[in-house]
């Protein structure tokens, strides 16, 4: 039996964000227009804002006419190939970490705590230091997907016994096997050689450079597996906050739920790691900013997380191209740079507002 206080927390009316959620959306929509444009314009090859609109409108029939000399190139060739992948693995990203802070009731939650990350990471640098080319230039993100999966494989089938899996079980495997992954990945650049090095260390730091539309095509059919699935659990999500207990009383499956977040977590986290190298720090912060400007409930925190993550990572990745322009600083070393401070001065200031997450 639940007790009366979950049933009265249940059927209380939420409260009324609609205002907030559609402003928060058409606000996030435009940033992420505008750092489109702006990634698209911006770089060795200055483009202007009326020419990559016309450009646009001649692509897609509806008048327009076409970038002189290496314009159109540029413009549809690298930037624009650029900034889709930066929205595909910056969605991806934050969708896994709003469904993992959710699937544990934790805003602290992320990615890598169940392994995905640090297992994508070991079977690239494994690809990278064997010297694999069995998929050639394929090799590295298959690697990486594969070993991404695997560990959320292993860490959910160590973690589970008598037909369910606890979260703190859970959340202690995924510790050892993030262990054993970095121990992994440590062998691996102790034995391999100088260049295989210096590429794993640029992997390892994340990056958008070798953009192309073929990767993007590659991880699309994944991302819009993992987005698509994650709205559609957000009334459970909204029940699992009150504790597994009262969720299964309210008729939530939530082993089931949790094999399914668990699998839509790992391809989403996997696929963006694959194409990008290691980014962290957008599964963390933009769902948990986008928690406390709309409230937590997952029906909108969800599609804005999503849409939050990809403006983020498009606005971060023009950053890492211009801010030491001529050369590229690398994108997970920034996004960790701007996110770790940032974060840290939100924790300190909830607990200084409500002495606590509520």
């Known amino acids: 039996m639940i007790d009366e206080s979950a049933a009265t927390r249940v059927e209380a009316p939420a409260p009324r964000t609609g205002g907030r959620t559609a402003m928060t959306a058409v606000g996030l929509t435009t940033v992420l227009l505008g750092g489109t444009l702006a ?30 000399d290496y314009g159109e190139e540029v413009l549809w060739s690298i930037r624009l190939a650029r900034v889709a992948l930066a929205v595909l693995v910056g969605a991806s990203l934050a969708a896994a970490g709003a469904l993992m802070q959710g699937m544990f009731a ?5 990615p890598g705590v169940i392994g995905v990350s640090s297992g994508a990471a070991a079977g690239a ?3 990278i230091s ?10 590295l993100p298959v690697a990486a997907f594969a070993g991404g999966l695997a560990t959320v494989a292993v860490v959910y089938a160590a973690s ?26 440590g062998v691996f650049v102790f034995t ?40 559609l659990y957000a009334r459970r999500l909204d029940l699992l906050t009150l504790g597994e207990k009262p969720a299964r009383h309210l008729g939530v499956d939530v082993e089931r739920m949790r094999i399914v977040l668990i699998a839509a977590v790992a391809v989403l986290t996997a696929a963006a790691v694959a194409v990008s190298g290691v980014i962290g720090f957008v599964g963390l912060v933009v769902p948990h900013l986008v928690r406390m400007w709309t409230g937590p409930g997952h029906r909108s925190l969800l599609p804005l997380s999503i849409l939050g993550g990809a403006a983020v990572l498009v606005w971060a990745d023009l950053a890492a191209r211009t801010a030491a322009a001529p050369a590229e600083a690398p994108l997970g070393v920034l996004t960790a740079l701007v996110g770790s401070p940032f974060f ?5 200031r909830t607990r200084r507002q409500s002495g606590g997450w509520g």
């Open 39 to 68: 990634s698209a314009a911006v770089g060795a090859y200055p483009l202007d804002v009326p020419g990559i609109l016309s450009s646009v409108a001649h692509h897609w029939g509806l008048g327009g006419e076409p970038l002189p």
């Open 106 to 110: 934790n805003p602290l939650a992320e």
């Open 125 to 127: 640098v494994a690809a």
């Open 130 to 139: 064997l010297g694999l080319t069995a998929f050639g230039a394929w090799t």
């Open 160 to 185: 589970r016994s008598g037909g369910r899996t606890e979260t703190v079980t859970l959340i202690l495997t995924g510790v050892a096997v993030n262990a054993f992954a970095g121990a992994l990945i």
């Open 192 to 231: 391999a050689d100088v260049a295989a090095v210096n590429e794993i260390v640029f992997w390892q730091m994340g990056s958008l450079a070798q953009a192309t539309w073929t990767k993007v095509l590659a991880v699309l059919p994944f991302a819009l597996a993992g987005l698509a699935v994650a709205p």
């Open 344 to 348: 840290f001065w939100l924790l300190r």
